[in-house]
């Protein structure tokens, strides 16, 4: 008889084979695809809402007018946005807007040509992002304080420049950006769609882009790596402050001057705009398209509520509610990842 504990194959004493297993295809995971995409999402059914109160919405005119809007805004949101992605953040940029703004407006109001007004608004910018750079770098000070800090002295700059009355600019060479039309178009939205294409370049094929999401994911990671965090923020900071000198310079060139208080009411939309678009307050995440679609967002918001004739109060609100959706989802954001 045989013993019960032994067992035989057919194929000896290997191992049966078995049939190989199909390989299982990655999941789809709906609510982080929602999330990553929720700018997207969300500019549809405000567009969409608003074609329906006023059909004027989806007209040419109001279509350019829409990416006029957007395009200082776009630009102010880029420069925070690359101080966010190292974990960061840059809240001076509305008044290097209005500060270096105020100066090209000032010089170019003497006598000095609009093209050199031009060049020096930049520097302004870039100077400024230097200080905060290397006060930030350098003697670590908490960039939310000492650019929020800069951002009040800067305004009171502009005030001090324009001693509250208009600087108009008469100079083609400085407006013409704010004023001149291709083929019907206005120019000032070619300026942010080559923005977007330059730093979506330069965030992907890059090293100084790789490094900056690095060194926002874990700082000491990045440093032990070798990379200079150091000298990486000060650019992020003088970068920021240039996009913000830019900006500046395409405020005064649309308006053909400066007031007191420009700009003043961009600053939690251009906070808002990047973290909405999926880059996380945290650093070292976030999508160029992203950005663009957060900006795009906020902009069809305000001007969709202008032309369904809202009252001014309701609009303040809306932004409210839309800076508050922004970080409501990237805390969803952050707990789906901790939990996944």
């Given at each position: 008889?045989?013993d019960?504990?032994q067992?035989?194959?057919?194929?000896g004493?290997?191992?049966?084979?078995?049939?190989?297993?199909?390989?299982?295809?990655?999941?789809?995971?709906w609510g982080d695809?929602?999330?990553?995409?929720?700018?997207?999402?969300l500019?549809?059914?405000?567009?969409?809402g608003?074609t329906?109160l006023n059909?004027?919405?989806f007209?040419?005119?109001n279509?350019?007018n829409?990416?006029?809007?957007a395009?200082?805004?776009?630009?102010v949101?880029?420069?925070i946005?690359?101080?966010m992605?190292l974990?960061?953040?840059?809240l001076?940029?509305?008044?290097?807007?209005g500060?270096?703004?105020a100066?090209g407006?000032?010089v170019v109001?003497?006598g000095?040509?609009?093209?050199?007004?031009?060049?020096l608004v930049?520097?302004v910018?870039?100077l400024?992002?230097l200080?905060?750079?290397?006060?930030?770098?350098?003697l670590?000070?908490?960039?939310l304080?000492?650019t929020?800090?800069m951002?009040?002295?800067?305004?009171?700059g502009v005030?001090?420049?324009?001693k509250g009355?208009?600087i108009t600019?008469?100079?083609k060479s400085y407006?013409?950006?704010g004023?001149q039309?291709?083929?019907?178009?206005?120019?000032?939205?070619?300026?942010?769609l080559l923005l977007?294409a330059?730093v979506?370049?330069?965030?992907t094929?890059t090293t100084?882009g790789r490094?900056?999401?690095?060194?926002?994911?874990?700082?000491?990671?990045?440093?032990?790596a070798?990379?200079?965090?150091?000298?990486?923020v000060?650019s992020?900071?003088?970068?920021?402050?240039?996009l913000?000198?830019?900006a500046?310079?395409?405020?005064t060139?649309?308006?053909s001057g400066v007031?007191?208080?420009?700009g003043t009411?961009?600053?939690l939309y251009a906070?808002a705009?990047p973290?909405?678009?999926?880059?996380?307050?945290?650093?070292?995440?976030g999508?160029v398209?992203?950005?663009?679609?957060?900006?795009l967002l906020?902009?069809?918001v305000?001007?969709?509520?202008?032309?369904?004739?809202i009252?001014?109060?309701y609009v303040s609100?809306?932004?409210?509610?839309?800076i508050?959706l922004?970080v409501?989802v990237d805390?969803?954001r952050i707990?789906?990842?901790?939990t996944?």
């Open positions: 008889m045989a019960p504990q067992t035989t194959s057919v194929a004493d290997n191992p049966p084979i078995s049939a190989p297993r199909k390989p299982q295809r990655k999941q789809v995971r695809l929602a999330l990553d995409n929720i700018v997207w999402i500019l549809v059914v405000f567009a969409l608003a329906t059909s004027f919405f007209s040419v005119a279509l350019q829409v990416l006029v809007q395009t200082t805004l776009g630009f949101a880029v420069a946005a690359l101080t992605l974990g960061e953040i840059d001076s940029v509305v008044g290097i807007l500060f270096s703004g100066i407006a000032t109001d003497k000095l040509p609009g093209w050199l007004g031009v060049i930049l520097v910018g870039s400024i992002g200080v905060n750079g290397l006060c930030i770098a350098k670590r000070m908490t960039s304080i000492e929020l800090a951002g009040l002295t800067l305004a009171g005030l001090a420049l324009t009355r208009t600019i008469e100079a407006t013409f950006i004023q039309y291709v083929l019907g178009w206005p120019l000032m939205p070619l300026a942010l977007f330059v979506a370049v330069v965030l094929r100084w490094e900056l999401y690095a060194t926002g994911g874990n700082k000491r990671a990045a440093y032990a070798g990379i200079s965090t150091d000298r990486l000060v992020a900071f003088v970068v920021s402050g240039l913000s000198g830019f500046g310079w395409l405020a060139a649309y308006l007031n007191s208080t420009m009411d961009l600053l906070v705009a973290v909405i678009g999926g880059v996380s307050l945290f650093g070292g995440r999508r398209l992203g950005m663009l679609g957060g900006v906020l902009t069809v305000q001007v969709g509520l202008q032309l369904v004739n009252s001014a109060y609100m809306v932004g409210g509610a839309m508050f922004a409501f805390a969803l707990r789906r990842r901790e996944s």
